[in-house]
T-cell receptor, first 115, second 116 residues
């Protein structure tokens, strides 16, 4: 079992839709949770981060973490064509190597928002 | 405030050649990371530095790979005797170690390596 599982999609939605992106993870020691957005052939851009279970909202984006079920979500409200990108979840924290600072990425979900 | 920069952005090389990539982190950041990303996959951790000390290396980092951060500022990643399997996007990220523990990593644009 991979440490982080993410449905690769692709996911296609109409403009204005609410988008739900999800990851599951197996390492219960993960302490912090990042979401990155990556446009084609670019580096990942940090979108949201949270250090605890619960919700964190930033504009149209909400990150949700449920540590008890090891489930991470990102919600995008009023989606726009400019949101079309690959979304990567990346939990981090103590791992088998003992590092607190390594991020373990999911495969990414390719999202297309159609005008 | 400039972000993380990487050079070159693209590199095409023949199998067996050596290549070197450079990363300049955000100026006040003391941690620097290297990741590798292949098509359709998320980035995979290679190694990280705190200041000039290399504190962790992934098993992905074979003997042909070496990374340095000589003065705790920019870093270089060298691949010797490149193989076709080394073709990937090489990503650099940096973060700031703070009193509260800061884990946010900011990525550069990447260096895309093609080995022919």
């Amino acid at each position: 079992q991979k440490e982080v599982e993410q449905d690769p999609g692709p996911l296609s939605v109409p403009e204005g839709a609410i988008v739900s992106l999800n990851c599951t993870y197996s390492n219960s020691a993960f302490q912090y949770f990042m979401w990155y957005r990556q446009y084609s052939r670019k580096g990942p851009e940090l979108l949201m981060y949270t250090y605890s279970s619960g919700n964190k909202e930033d504009g149209r984006f909400t990150a949700q973490v449920d540590k008890s079920s090891k489930y991470i979500s990102l919600f995008i409200r009023d989606s726009q064509p400019s949101d079309s990108a690959t979304y990567l979840c990346a939990p981090g924290g103590p791992n088998s190597g003992g590092s607190n600072y390594k991020l373990t990425f999911g495969k990414g979900t390719l999202l297309t928002v159609n005008p | 405030d400039t972000g993380v920069s990487q050079d070159p952005r693209h590199k095409i090389t023949k199998r067996g050649q050596n290549v070197t990539f450079r990363c300049d982190p955000i100026s006040e950041h003391n941690r620097l990371y290297w990741y590798r990303q292949t098509l359709g996959q998320g980035p995979e951790f290679l190694t990280y530095f705190q200041n000039e000390a290399q504190l962790e290396k992934s098993r992905l980092l074979s003997d042909r790979f070496s990374a340095e951060r000589p003065k705790g500022s920019f870093s270089t990643l060298e691949i010797q005797r490149t193989e076709q399997g080394d073709s990937a996007m090489y990503l650099c990220a940096s973060s700031l170690m703070g009193g509260g523990g800061s884990y946010e990593q900011y990525f550069g644009p990447g260096t895309r390596l093609t080995v022919t």
